[in-house]
Structures are given as C-alpha cells and as structure tokens.
C-alpha cells in the first residue's frame, strides 16, 4: 500500500490540538519517537498512552514495533498535507 504521507513532505498541523483535549481514535498524529518525527493513525487510547498503527502495517514503524506511546510525545494533529502541483 502507498502511504499517505511521504518523507519530507509537508503537512499542517495543530500543534493546539491536544493542549487541553485527548487524542481521538481515528486521528492523524505527529509524535517524536527517537529524535524523529512519525506520522500515524490513533487505533486505541489507554490512559496516558496512544497506540498508533501505520498506512502498511507490514512495513511500518508503529506501536506493532515501538510499542504505545506517550500522549507527551505527541506533536499536534495532522490537519492535511500541502497539495503540490
């Protein structure tokens, strides 16, 4: 499966997003995990943690590999990627 999001490509984000809200199930986050920045989609929410599942899941980095992550990893909310043309 093509991902939805390609390296270096530039996508808006709400970083304000989450400040006094949780993340939803079905929403497009961006979190730091390990000095990078990934963009996933929330599949469960527990407690204080997310976990994230990818475009392929056969092939990507997310919480199948990385395990949960913090909801203080999390950036902002992806809102919609630059259309280039």
Known sequence: MEPTFKENEVVWVYTWAYLFNRPKIGDIIIFEF??????KKVALLDGS???V???NSADSLDSNTIGKIAFKQIKGKVLTKNKQG
Do not use: P, Q, R, Y
């Open 53 to 55: 599942v990818g475009d």
């Open 49 to 51: 943690s997310a976990t």
């Open 34 to 39: 390990e000095g990078k920045e990934l963009i």
